[in-house]
Antibody, heavy 127, light 108 residues
């Protein structure tokens, strides 16, 4: 069974740092890109960034709203993806989800979507 | 690319047909359009990918269609468990690489 579980959330003061983990099981971690998506209280979904599989270079991309403050990484030996958050702002308060990305091409058509999500972890940025 | 979902809230009864819209600010590749369902306190669940392909385990009362800038999620006969918030998503290849619509709340 595919499982993703986020951890590391909590209450943190503005300007401080926090690292979230996404621990996975039930599939070959190294084959996949992992995304982080957040949801502020009562709001919609916001894409935060992704860390590519090693097969696609292992590099990361992120949203403009977090650029320069958040860092995405992965440890394929442990099956864990990380989201390091620094210079946190009150606007970063949200539930943070990790999601496994499926990426494949069939003929000339390529698809990308998130087929499995973790339950999320709440990050509250407040003094 | 901005995705605009309508209506914001849709009030229907079990057994009725639901039609949810997602409009992109410019023409997009339908293969990168997905739909998700989210219930309170839960993570999103993939329903549709590639605009019209049902994900594994999704009942056939859910269907997706569209191309260009206009995409639709249709639920043919609503069941009690279908009342939730629905989001469309697009992978655009330029920052931000993924975008979500603001969501449609389907209520009874």
């Amino acid at each position: 069974e595919v499982q993703l579980v986020e951890s590391g959330g909590g209450l943190v003061q503005p300007g401080r740092s926090l690292t979230l983990s996404c621990t996975t099981s039930g599939f070959t971690f190294g084959d996949h890109t992992f995304n982080w998506v957040r949801q502020a209280p009562g709001k919609g979904l916001e894409w935060v960034g992704f860390i590519r599989s090693k097969g696609y270079g292992g590099t990361s991309e992120d949203a403009p709203s977090v650029r320069g403050r958040f860092t995405l990484s992965r440890d394929d030996s442990k099956g864990i993806a990380y989201l390091q958050m620094s210079s946190l702002k009150t606007d970063d308060t949200a539930v943070y989800f990790c999601a496994r990305e499926i990426r494949y091409c069939s003929g000339h058509t390529c698809y990308r979507y998130f087929d499995s999500w973790g339950p999320g972890t709440l990050v509250t940025v407040s003094s | 690319i901005v995705l605009t979902q309508s209506p914001g809230t849709l009030s229907l009864s079990p057994g009725e047909r639901a039609t949810l819209s997602c409009r992109a600010g410019q023409s997009v590749s339908s293969s990168y359009i997905s739909w998700y369902q989210q219930k309170p306190g839960q993570s999103p669940r993939l329903l549709i990918y590639g605009a019209s392909n049902r994900a594994a385990g999704i009942p056939d009362r859910f269907s997706g269609s569209g191309s260009g800038t206009d995409f639709t999620l249709t639920i043919s006969r609503l069941e009690a468990e279908d009342f939730a918030v629905y989001y469309c998503q697009h992978y655009g290849g330029t920052a931000p690489l993924y975008s979500f619509g603001q969501g449609t709340k389907l209520e009874s």
